[in-house]
């Protein structure tokens, strides 16, 4: 794999950028807005807990008091959230030159969302979904938009059953749902990539993963915190590949980025590829229709 020394420096002035950020007050998220409040860029911090985005943003302006934040609620775990979260941008906001789908769930135990569906799909898939399609005008709106969708390496254990996509008919199975749901991110990447392609629009959308990042996504996962001292890096340096497919100039829709360095669990950010089944087109045309009737949103 080829080295890289992408990193921060790379990302041009963002000043007249609005930036969605899901997740923004934790991990990756976190680590996303405090970068690119300092680039100068407007974020929309799109977090579940209020409080808890406040307290990352008092933080983040003490040390740059002119980061520009905004800090709003959405739960991707209820559609109803989603939509006002939308509602709202639209009301405020003229254009979105990023959205970063980055909030996500890791192998907790089953539950489902306020429609119903499997948490973890529900959450990082329909809900990212959901996001972006009522988002799509706004994005249309602004000059070479884009839109970043965070998956894992853990996509190739992925195996969605279509038949059975909320976990109704078999034994819960927590790791194998989590890599379903980051099967679909990439599904839903190609696939939205392909069609505004197809339709000769200026967006992008590409993807990317954070390798092994130490971050409060693994808290279910007991044998990953006792790794992590050995083999994660830090936010700020896991959030690399998401920057990088957000603001690279040269990237392509379609692009997916992860860490250069062993087994891509770290080190700066490069192109990769997934696997072969994440290229499935039947499968992700599937996914797709799947969506938007479980979504009840056309984009």
């Known amino acids: 794999m080829a080295k890289s020394n992408w990193n921060t420096q790379n990302i041009a002035d963002q000043s007249s950028k609005t930036i969605i950020i899901t997740g923004a007050s934790s991990g990756l998220g976190k680590a996303a807005t405090k970068i690119l409040s300092e680039k100068n860029a407007t974020v929309i911090m799109a977090v579940r807990n209020t409080q808890k985005g406040k307290l990352v943003a008092d933080e983040i302006k003490n040390q740059n008091p002119n980061a520009k934040l905004e800090i709003r609620e959405m739960d991707l775990s209820s559609l109803q959230s989603v939509h006002n979260f939308t509602k709202g941008v639209k009301s405020d906001y003229d254009k979105i030159d990023v959205l970063i789908n980055n909030a996500g769930i890791m192998t907790c135990p089953f539950d489902r969302t306020k429609e119903d569906f499997e948490i973890q799909m529900g959450t990082n898939h329909l809900g990212h979904f959901a996001l972006t399609g009522l988002l799509m005008s706004l994005l249309h709106k602004a000059k070479n938009a884009r839109i970043v969708v965070t998956s894992s390496i853990g996509h190739k254990m992925g195996n969605i059953d279509f038949t059975d996509i909320n976990w109704e008919k078999r034994k819960y199975n927590t790791t194998q749902a989590y890599a379903d749901s980051k099967l679909a991110n990439l599904y839903f990447t190609y696939e939205l990539a392909r069609k505004l392609q197809n339709e000769k629009s200026d967006i992008k959308v590409t993807a ?92």
Do not use: C
């Not at 990317?208 to 936010?235: A, D, V």
């Not at 997916?256 to 770290?266: I, Q």
């Open 208 to 299: 990317s993963h954070p390798g092994w990042t130490r971050t409060n996504l693994q808290k279910h996962s007991w044998y990953m915190k006792t790794l992590n001292p050995l083999f994660s890096q830090e936010p700020d340096q896991g959030v690399l590949p998401t920057l990088r497919a957000g603001f690279d100039a040269d990237a392509k829709s379609g692009d997916y980025f992860g860490p250069s360095r062993f087994f891509e669990m770290h080190g700066n950010p490069v192109v990769v590829k997934s696997n072969e089944k994440s290229h499935n087109l039947e499968a992700s045309k599937k996914l797709w229709e799947i969506s938007e009737q479980m979504t009840n949103i056309k984009y």
